[in-house]
Structure formats: C-alpha cells, structure tokens
C-alpha cells in the first residue's frame, strides 16, 4: 500500500481537507510547518510543540550539512530519533539556502559551488548529494535539488534556470533509493505566467507524491505572488498535495488555502516571536511597546495555549524589555498555537462548506479596524 496516500476529505470551493498518511502518521491538511532549520524549533520543546497541534516539522539540508552533518544524524538514528520528533519531517533541498544564506560561488549544469557561511569551506551540492544527504537525515518528504531563481530575474533567466531546475528534478528523481521517503518536485518561473506555467506542467511530467510552488515568497508582491499560486493550483492534480514554500503570514495561509494549498512552512512566527511580537486576530502586536506594560489580558482572548491560559501581555512585556528567554519561548509558542488554530478552524470550515465566510471573517477582523 502507498506510504504515502492522499486522500480528499471534504471541499469547500477550492479548498480541501486531506488526509496525508506518511511512515511516521496520518496528519490532516491544510497544516502549517514550524521550522526547526537546525534540528530544532527554536526555543520550543517537542513534547509543547506537539501540544499545540504540530503535526509537520521542516529541517534544512543545507544547515544539516554543514553542521553536525548527514552521516553523524544518520548513525544517531536519524533525525526523528536525534531530535526527539517521532511524527513527520520534511527536508528542504538546500538550493534555496544556498542563495540566501552561504556565499554561493558558482552555479552551472553540475550543481553549486558555495561558501560556509559558518567557516568559509568550500562545499559542493548537487541533486545527486542533496537527495543522499536527505536519505541520510531521514526525513519523510524530501525535496527534489532546484535553482530558486533571485527576485527579480529577467524572463530569459527565469527560462533556463527552470529548465535546468527541471534536469535537477530527474537527477535528483534517479539517486532517489529510499521508498520510505516522498520526493516532492518544486515548481518554478517566478512571478511570469507563462513560465509559471510551463514549469509547473513540466514538473507534473514527473509522477510524483506531492509538488511544491517554489520561486515564491522572495520579495515580490502579493499582487504578484497570489496570480501565481492561482495558477498553479489550477494546473496541479487534485489528488496530490500542494506545498506553497516559505509562506506563513496568516493571511496569506487564509488566501492560498482558499486556492486550494494544503502545505505551508515560514520563519514567521518564530522569528517575529523572538523579535518580541505576538500574532492576534487583529494582525501583530508589538511587546516591546510601552503600552503593554500594565496590559492584565493574555496576548490573545480565547487563545488556549500556555502562555495565554498562564501569562500577562505586561508580564510577557517585561520578559522581552529584560531579554528574558522566556519572552521569546512563549511568544513563539503563541504564534505556532495561533496558526495551527487557524488551519483547524480553516478544515471545520471546510468540512462545513463555508470556507467563504471563514476568509471573510478572518479579513473582516484582520483588515477591519486598526489595533
Ligand atoms: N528548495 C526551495 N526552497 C524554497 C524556500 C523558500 N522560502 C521562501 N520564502 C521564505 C523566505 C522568508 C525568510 C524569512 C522570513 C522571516 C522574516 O519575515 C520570512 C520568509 N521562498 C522559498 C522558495 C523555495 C524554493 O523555490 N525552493
């Protein structure tokens, strides 16, 4: 029987509840991913991470690979067993990181030659390493190695980039040994539609478990990016599961979902929340601001998670002013319970019917008045 079978629940317009049955459980979509870059959701315990809801975490390769690096994960067991998380990981292919992170020296037919950003060494990643160096983390969806193409990029680049993306794909297809693992393919072509389109059909010519919409969420638009998750939605299978890359504000997680994307992951939430923010229904609160200093309410009335149900706007205000761990810990805590809500509330009302109404409420309080 498939590892790896996707099945549709229930359909609201163009949303949908899935069913994604993996090696390590079943987990409902649409979910958001946490990101734990290094083998760990910064500041966050697996044990809370999976009281509030968590059901997916994301690791990089290109992280992983640089430290402690593939065979020491892979002789500790493995990362579910090295890092404490026994449901679903998924791995991103490390090109994208490459770009944003290491000094990428040279990009050619090969692969990519690039720069520790941690000491400098020269390392070399192409499809052939990227898919053994997930095989040896272990994770239960990998990424196929691919170009994220720099925003903006001329028509021209975005055009050969992709298709080379595109011999990536089978490369990486071919060193794929693992059949416990789902290889996703990511498509590309940036914010052109014809591109867009070309590499997504393109891609679907590889029979995969799941795609991804890569190329997105670099710097562009909204105006320019949600276009191009329509579209993409619309040449995508039904059957199989669509993974938006690096988007995670919640609007944008009400809008794709409403488009019909059932995977999610971003920084976000842990980020803004070590950076001291909160995200409440009304958008984002700032704690540092002086104002919540002598705020009695929790960061967010109805929220069941700890630090809601426990704290103080004032108290978690002066845990972010005195540069208390804590501060962070739980504000990251609050904005991962805050999305998970979000898709749970998001499948209800789906299995409802009315996914409709749900986005028009969410945008009603998140765009109706100011904070
Ligand atoms: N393999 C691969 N991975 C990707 C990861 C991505 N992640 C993004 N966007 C996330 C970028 C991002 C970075 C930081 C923050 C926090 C500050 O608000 C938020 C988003 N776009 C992405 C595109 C790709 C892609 O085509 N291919």
């Known amino acids: 029987m498939d590892p790896f079978r996707f099945t549709i629940q229930a359909r609201s317009g163009r949303a949908r509840v899935g069913l994604l049955t993996t090696p390590h459980g079943r987990v409902e979509t649409p979910l958001f991913m946490p990101v734990g870059t290094q083998g760990s959701v910064k500041g966050l315990l697996p044990k809370d991470l999976k009281a ?9 390769t290109y992280h992983l690979l640089l430290r402690p690096g593939p065979e020491r994960v892979q002789a500790l067991g493995g990362l579910h067993r090295f890092a404490g998380w026994d449901g679903p990981w998924l791995t991103d292919s490390g090109g994208f990181q490459v770009m944003s992170l290491g000094h990428l020296r040279r990009i050619d037919e090969e692969g990519v030659v690039f720069q520790s950003h941690l000491d400098g060494s020269l390392i070399r990643l192409t499809p052939e390493r990227s898919i053994a160096i997930q095989e040896a983390l272990g994770a239960d969806f990998i990424m196929a190695f691919d170009e994220c193409p720099p925003y903006p990029s001329s028509p021209e680049y975005l055009k050969a980039s992709l298709e080379r993306t595109l011999r990536w794909l089978e490369r990486s297809l071919k060193a794929k040994t693992r059949p416990d693992q789902a290889l996703f393919g990511i498509a590309q072509g940036g914010t052109d539609a014809g591109l867009r389109a070309l590499s997504t059909r393109e891609t679907l010519r590889f029979d995969l478990p799941g795609y991804a919409i890569g190329g997105l969420a670099v710097g562009e638009t909204k105006e320019e990016m949600f276009p191009m998750v329509a579209l993409s939605t619309e040449i995508l299978p039904e059957a199989k599961p669509r993974y938006l890359m690096g988007v995670g504000h919640p609007e944008d997680l009400v809008a794709a979902m409403g488009l ?42 109805g929220c069941d998670c700890y630090a809601c149900q426990t704290f103080s706007r004032a108290y978690i205000a002066h845990l972010v002013r005195a540069e208390e761990m804590l501060g962070g810990i739980l504000l990251s805590l609050h904005n991962l319970r805050f999305l998970h809500r979000l898709t749970e509330r998001a499948r209800e009302a789906i299995r409802q019917g009315s996914y409709g109404a749900f986005a028009r409420e969410f945008a009603e309080r998140r765009f109706g008045k100011e904070i």
């Open 52 to 60: 509030i809801g968590s059901q997916v975490l994301l690791a990089n």
């Open 260 to 301: 019909g994307v059932d995977l999610f992951d971003s920084v976000y939430p842990t980020r803004t929340g070590r950076f001291g923010s909160a995200l409440v229904p009304e958008g984002r609160i700032n704690l540092k601001n002086a104002q919540y200093l002598e705020d009695k309410r929790p960061l967010e009335e």
